[in-house]
């Protein structure tokens, strides 16, 4: 199993919800990666956790909300978002936190409305 | 300042025709170099990375790289291109110090038959 798997593929959300996205790996990666891409940009880095303990944060508003319950899992907690926060938020991992290869999910298309 | 640069923000080549896409990084010692392919709406695929050695670096689908030290660049080339390779290449760079993982600007394919 090589794959990063991300859901949902597709989410429209208001300003005043709170919802979730989720990403899982089973390849044994210790590293997990958060992206936003908004379109015809590269990924921008949000978060890195390593070993389930966060290693990076990219000075992300508090609005989104990170969690690594396990080594397999990495979900993202969004609450009270902005039109602007309309992207392709990508999950990725990678065997170390070298990135050595990072292996991309393909990514929930987020729409706030 | 750290950057990697691809200069060239859309190209458009035909069908079996030859093609190569510019990447440069602006970096003190010689970074970790990939590639990445991106389809509308998808994740990102590792094409090929530089770490040492041959400076000729053989990828997935049919895609090689070069590293040039003096010229600080790692172009993608393809003899020939296929239809399905319409996409967003991503040249990336990691430096090799702390978790300093940087995308370049992105270049757009367009095949045309």
């Known amino acids: 199993d090589t794959e990063v798997t991300q859901t949902p593929k597709h989410l429209v959300m208001g300003m005043t919800n709170k919802k979730s996205l989720k990403c899982e790996q089973h390849?044994?990666?210790?590293?997990m990666y958060w992206y936003k891409q908004k379109a015809k940009k590269p990924p921008e880095l949000m978060f890195v956790?390593?070993?389930?303990?966060?290693?990076i944060n990219e000075s992300v508003p508090s609005r989104f909300s990170p969690e690594c319950p396990n080594s397999s899992l990495l979900n993202l907690h969004l609450h009270a978002l902005q039109p602007e926060d309309s992207a392709l938020y990508l999950c990725?991992?990678?065997?170390?936190?070298?990135?050595?290869?990072?292996?991309f999910g393909s990514g929930t298309q987020l729409s706030v409305l | 300042a750290q950057s990697v640069t691809q200069p060239d923000i859309h190209i458009t080549v035909s069908e079996g025709a030859s093609l190569e896409l510019r990447c440069n990084y602006s970096?003190?010692?010689?970074?970790?170099l990939f590639w990445y392919v991106q389809s509308p709406g998808q994740g990102l695929q590792l094409l090929l990375k530089?770490?040492?050695?041959?400076?000729l670096v053989q990828g997935i689908k049919g895609f090689e790289a070069e590293f040039k030290r003096s010229q600080s660049s790692f172009n993608l080339r393809k003899p020939s291109v296929h239809w399905s390779d319409a996409a967003e290449y991503f040249c990336?760079?990691?430096?090799?110090?702390?978790?300093?993982?940087?995308f370049g600007t992105g270049t757009s394919l367009t095949v045309i038959p």
């Open positions: 990725a991992s990678s065997q170390e936190l070298r990135n050595e290869k990072l292996f």
């Open positions: 390849m044994g990666h210790r590293a």
């Open positions: 956790y390593s070993y389930e303990k966060l290693s």
């Open positions: 970096y003190g010692a010689t970074p970790y």
């Open positions: 530089y770490f040492s050695g041959d400076t």
């Open positions: 990336a760079v990691d430096t090799n110090t702390g978790n300093q993982f940087y």
